[in-house]
Nanobody
Framework: QVQLVESGGGLVQAGGSLRLSCAAS????????MGWFRQVEGKEREFVATISQSGGFLSYADSVKGRFTISRDNAKSTLYLQMNRLKPEDTAVYYC???????????????????WGQGTQVIVSS
């Protein structure tokens, strides 16, 4: 079992920055690919970024490329999402997710993740 707890969301003006954190319980964090997704009420959850087990492989949605950075600290069992130059369209609930240990590399599809956090709200005002 893996429990994921996000933090760091909040209200920020357009152009500002936020750093989201996702603390994972258990001993398997370092052996799992991780991802960030976001969801606006009434819309489907969308992929934001993913990172491989060691952090050597990354992938981003086109909408956040160049502005967001995903990273992980396996010693602290924590996943991060640094969000810069935020836009009002980045407003959403952000979720972190953990992929199965058997799934190597980066994971883009939400259906491949088996553990999810409760989400943290990000609101970007114009």
């Amino acid at each position: 079992q893996v429990q994921l707890v996000e933090s760091g969301g909040g209200l920020v003006q357009a152009g500002g920055s936020l750093r989201l954190s996702c603390a994972a319980s258990g001993r398997t964090f370092s052996s799992r690919a991780m991802g960030w997704f976001r969801q606006v009420e009434g819309k489907e959850r969308e992929f934001v970024a993913t990172i491989s087990q060691s952090g050597g492989f990354l992938s981003y949605a086109d909408s956040v490329k160049g502005r967001f950075t995903i990273s992980r600290d396996n010693a602290k069992s924590t996943l991060y999402l640094q969000m810069n130059r935020l836009k009002p369209e980045d407003t959403a609930v952000y979720y972190c997710a953990a992929a199965p240990e058997s799934r190597l590399g980066i994971v883009v599809r939400s259906s491949e993740y088996d553990y999810w956090g409760q989400g943290t709200q990000v609101i970007v005002s114009s």
